[in-house]
T-cell receptor
Framework: DAMVIQNPRYQVTQFGKPVTLSCSQT?????MYWYQQKSSQAPKLLFH???????NEADTPDNFQSRRPNTSFCFLDIRSPGLGDAAMYLC??????????????FGEGSWLTVV | AQKVTQAQTEISVVEKEDVTLDCVYE???????LFWYKQPPSGELVFLIR??????QNEISGRYSWNFQKSTSSFNFTITASQVVDSAVYFC???????????FGAGTTVTVRA
């Protein structure tokens, strides 16, 4: 059974129309991440939460926001999607402590199309 | 600065051939972790292996094997007797002890032809 679940798998949004992608995890992991992956590129970290502590990457545009209301859920909000934001968005988790603390487990991804 | 280099962009082989994916990393930490992930066309990044810097034992899992050599800062991955289902993009990644983030290589696309 999937342990990191992303919804929706496919999202089409209009240019400038806010969109929210969701992620839930059944692993009870402390850390949740959002990565952006464009075609033929490696995943790029946008931000991560260690418990409730939010950590933004320096080059993540302000257009991208995140919420983590509880341990299990994390949301990615794109306030005004542009054509350049079309990508796959990957949610991931890790324990964040212990011997296996930094092994990161990924969800299936949400493909975002901006029209 | 690039921390993980996967020099091979694409590799194409015929089924049952062996294929080796190269990965060279760079870090100043004495404690670090190396990973390989598989990304099939469906998109999910599948965790394959994690290796600690203090454990240089090579590992074999079925048709997969990994060769970790600190002396050359390499963590290479071999698929033996490749199958069509092995077709995917493979990413090597590094995590340093100071944080829990992954630095990915650019990925190597493996195509196995029947």
């Amino acid at each position: 059974d999937a342990m990191v679940i992303q919804n929706p798998r496919y999202q089409v949004t209009q240019f400038g129309k806010p969109v929210t992608l969701s992620c839930s995890q059944t692993l009870n992991h402390n850390v949740m991440y959002w990565y952006q992956q464009k075609s033929s590129q490696a995943p790029k970290l946008l931000f991560h939460y260690y418990d409730k502590d939010f950590n933004n990457e320096a080059d993540t545009p302000d257009n991208f926001q995140s919420r983590r209301p509880n341990t299990s859920f994390c949301f990615l909000d794109i306030r005004s999607p542009g054509l350049g934001d079309a990508a796959m968005y990957l949610c991931a988790t890790s324990r964040g402590q212990g011997l296996d603390g930094n092994t990161i487990y990924f969800g299936e991804g949400s493909w975002l199309t901006v029209v | 600065a690039q921390k993980v280099t996967q020099a091979q962009t694409e590799i194409s082989v015929v089924e049952k051939e062996d294929v080796t994916l190269d990965c060279v990393y760079e870090t100043r930490d004495t404690t670090y972790y190396l990973f390989w992930y598989k990304q099939p066309p469906s998109g999910e990044l599948v965790f394959l292996i994690r290796r600690n810097s203090f454990d240089e034992q090579n590992e074999i899992s079925g048709r997969y094997s990994w060769n970790f050599q600190k002396s050359t800062s390499s963590f290479n991955f071999t698929i033996t007797a490749s199958q069509v289902v092995d077709s995917a993009v493979y990413f090597c990644a590094l995590s340093e002890a100071i944080d829990y983030k992954l630095s990915f290589g650019a990925g190597t696309t493996v195509t196995v032809r029947a």
